[in-house]
């Protein structure tokens, strides 16, 4: 197995980063049944090669583009090799010893190695710590339960219904579905601009609240982003916060795909205010070279979260540890912090940091050659890893023509989004292995199809 991984990467660029199989032709080439007597390893090399590498979108070739990156490494690959070997599922101390005690170690590293508020340590005196979750999805939906439970304190059960959550409409829709699952009534979605980069004004925000307030609501959870799905868009964190405390209401932030970039100091301006917010969450497994999954979240205060999900049970705590399983929705739990422990220890934190810079700066010449171009427009500022851009002056049917032949070429794979109503191209460039000459295949890609764009649009 460890042959065939070291082999894929080593081909990874001669492979359609989509495949080009019709919708349906995976299942046709399975069995509808399992064999009743086992097949040998050969064999089973055989299907990875014939059966699934055929329906595999290459997320980790360098000229992937799409959505967000989800990088690999092989650290990270041995390490959760190791952890599948161990297979512990340490829900609580006793139940793996290592599984918690290495986690908060891990989370406490990680917050050092981004200038995170020492009140999220968990080494740190007071109520704060980190946990990981499976996904930004898992750490905004236990935020929103957390901050329940803190506004339902003392509260009659009926006042739920009057509880209002605030995000801007850049949000990830994790936010909605959060609010579906923890039957928030009152769902607000402040509208952003252009004009403000696409990122929550706070001003929106505080009248927004205090039109509820006057209507008898309860504002009680807000989530602002550090780089927002659509657009890499900052929400301003410590305004937001400014606004929040007013009405007592509790503040998550989600920087899944730019939590990493506060790795490098001089990114850190962008989460300048987390000092005050309730929780914060980012993805590894996104920009930090730490495979799939892996969000790391951290707390200010811990109450609300074992408030919300610690029950007691047959599992007796052990005095004075964590159990993880209080910080989470699922009882069990794998042992993710060991892909954080090998990654950490073998790049260190200096490499990871101006890892994020290469892929910055690599964008940033992305965005200058649009800049340039005179057929094409950025439709929101380069931020971190992200060029969000169009053709000048085209309607969404052309400029969706031009993402649908890009993406058929096979060589680049980039997605799009819709912003003000209008699509845009998003170029996302944050591979474990992109370097110059994968954006100059994609900016070529680029100029080949505008050019036949244009000639199949003459006359
Ligand atoms: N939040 C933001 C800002 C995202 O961009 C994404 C996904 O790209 C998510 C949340 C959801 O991430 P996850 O798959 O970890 O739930």
Redesign the pocket.
Request: charged share 15%; net charge negative.
């Given at each position: 197995m460890v042959d065939f991984i070291c082999d894929y990467y080593s081909r990874i660029q001669s492979l359609p980063v989509v495949p080009h199989n019709k919708n349906g032709y995976i299942k046709s080439v399975l069995p509808s049944e399992a064999p009743e007597e086992p097949k040998s390893f050969e064999s089973m090399m055989e299907d990875m090669e014939g059966k699934v590498l055929p329906g595999v979108t290459h997320w980790q070739s360098p000229t992937f583009f799409a959505?967000?990156p989800a990088n690999s490494s092989f650290p990270a690959m041995l390490a959760d090799m190791a952890a599948g070997a161990l297979n512990m599922i340490g829900f609580s101390h006793q139940a793996s010893p290592v599984g918690t005690e290495m986690e908060e170690v891990m989370l406490d590293w990680l917050a050092k190695a981004c200038g995170l508020p020492t009140r999220f340590h968990v080494g740190a005196p007071g109520p704060g710590g980190g946990v990981i979750q499976?996904?930004?999805?898992?750490a905004?939906l236990v935020a929103l339960l957390a901050a329940r439970a803190r506004t339902m304190r003392g509260r009659p059960p009926e006042d739920a219904l009057r509880l209002v959550a605030y995000a801007s409409d850049q949000?990830?829709f994790?936010y909605d579905k959060a609010c579906r699952i923890g039957a928030v009534r009152h769902v607000r979605h402040v509208a952003t601009t252009l004009d403000a980069d696409w990122a929550l004004r706070a001003d929106d925000l505080a009248h927004a609240m205090r039109r509820d307030v006057e209507d008898g609501l309860i504002p009680f959870f807000v989530v602002a982003?550090v780089?927002?799905?659509a657009t890499c868009a900052v929400d301003p964190i410590a305004a937001v916060v400014e606004v929040a405390t007013m009405h007592s209401a509790y503040v998550h932030v989600?920087?899944?795909?730019a939590g990493s970039a506060a790795l490098a100091p001089e990114l850190r301006h962008l989460f300048a205010g987390l000092e005050g917010v309730d929780s914060y969450s980012f993805?590894p497994?996104?920009w930090m070279l730490t495979n799939f999954?892996c969000?790391a979240m951290w707390v200010a205060d811990r109450g609300p979260l074992l408030e919300a999900l610690s029950i007691s049970s047959y599992l007796v705590p052990d005095s004075g540890s964590i159990d993880y399983k209080d910080w989470q929705i699922p009882l069990g739990r794998r042992f993710r912090a060991l892909k954080l422990y090998f990654v950490l220890n073998m790049y260190g934190t200096r490499a990871l940091a101006s890892y994020v810079r290469h892929h910055v700066a690599l964008a940033a010449e992305f965005a200058s050659r649009v800049a340039a171009d005179s057929r094409l427009e950025l439709a929101a500022p380069q931020c971190l890893g992200l060029v969000v851009f169009r053709v000048r002056g085209a309607d969404d049917a052309r400029n969706r023509a031009l993402l649908n032949a890009i993406n058929a070429s096979g060589r680049v794979f980039i997605s799009s989004t819709m912003l003000g109503g209008r699509l845009a191209l998003r170029l996302a460039v944050g591979g474990s292995n992109t370097q110059l000459r994968d954006v100059d295949v994609a900016w070529e890609v680029l100029q080949h199809t505008l050019e036949d764009i244009a000639g199949a649009a003459a006359p």
């Open positions: 959505w967000y499976g996904t930004s999805s898992e905004v949000t990830h994790c982003t780089g927002t799905t989600d920087a899944a795909y993805n497994h996104k999954d969000c």
